[in-house]
């Protein structure tokens, strides 16, 4: 009986398909689907030597194969589907933050005209002597604000605004610091200011980031509060 390739076979396949979609993507035409997969086998199976059948064990594993691999290529497009409809969730949520105030782990803040800042400290326990040494861009100290003693948790402070000599500081970006007596030892305490969002940004690695007033770029999930 004569024959036909596999090779000669697969690539029928291929062109009955271009001759059905000349006006489709080039790497959709190259692809064989489930169709195309028992069509082969059928051949395969039609052009095999009676006296040397294709051993079932053989047969199961190329149908297992087919059926794993087109699994999970289902579940990565189903999971690329998801992860972009997370991330216009997360776009959509963001944007109703524009204009807002955004606690958020960073020891810089962005004073405007005529207006003060506030932020959150926190220690792991009772601390004492609480100091936070406010820096204009220069790294000059401009004031410092003294918060005495402070139990375990969390204290939210507030700057107004004025240097040491009572004068309204320059609107700019300053940097904070906070230093305790901490188990009879000076320590550098963590610290998160609010800082306003100005716009709202998709698409790169990062995913869903807040563009903040005078400060760059953070990502959402560094978000600890809103208000």
Do not use: C
Not at 24 to 36: H, I, N, S, T, V
Not at 64 to 91: K, L, P, V, W, Y
Not at 132 to 150: C, F, P, Q, R
Not at 219 to 224: A, I, N, P, T, Y
């Amino acid at each position: 009986m004569e024959g036909v390739s596999n090779n000669s076979y697969i690539d029928s396949m291929k062109w009955k398909k271009d001759e059905g979609a000349k006006y489709a993507d080039p790497d959709e035409q190259q692809k064989l689907e489930q169709e195309d997969f028992f069509k082969l086998l059928t051949q395969q199976l039609n052009m095999q030597d009676p006296s040397k059948p294709v051993e079932n064990d053989q047969m199961i594993a190329q149908m297992t194969s087919f059926t794993m691999a087109e699994g999970i290529t289902g579940m990565s497009e189903r999971f690329d589907q998801f992860a972009e409809d997370m991330t216009s969730n997360q776009a959509l949520q963001a944007s109703t933050m524009v204009g807002r105030k955004v606690l958020v782990p960073t020891d810089q803040a962005n004073l405007e005209e005529g207006a003060g800042v506030s932020g959150m400290i926190a220690t792991p326990q009772t601390a004492q002597n609480v100091k936070i040494n406010i820096k204009d861009s220069t790294g000059a100290v401009v004031k410092t604000l003294n918060l005495g003693d402070m139990p375990e948790g969390t204290k939210e402070f507030e700057w107004d605004g004025t240097t040491t000599t009572g004068e309204q500081a320059p609107a700019g970006n300053y940097s904070f610091s906070v230093n305790a007596t901490v188990g009879g030892q000076t320590e550098e305490l963590p610290l998160q200011m609010h800082a306003r969002v100005q716009s709202v940004s998709t698409g790169g690695e990062r995913g869903v980031v807040l563009n903040l007033k005078g400060l760059g770029g953070i990502k959402l999930s560094d978000v600890s509060e809103i208000s």
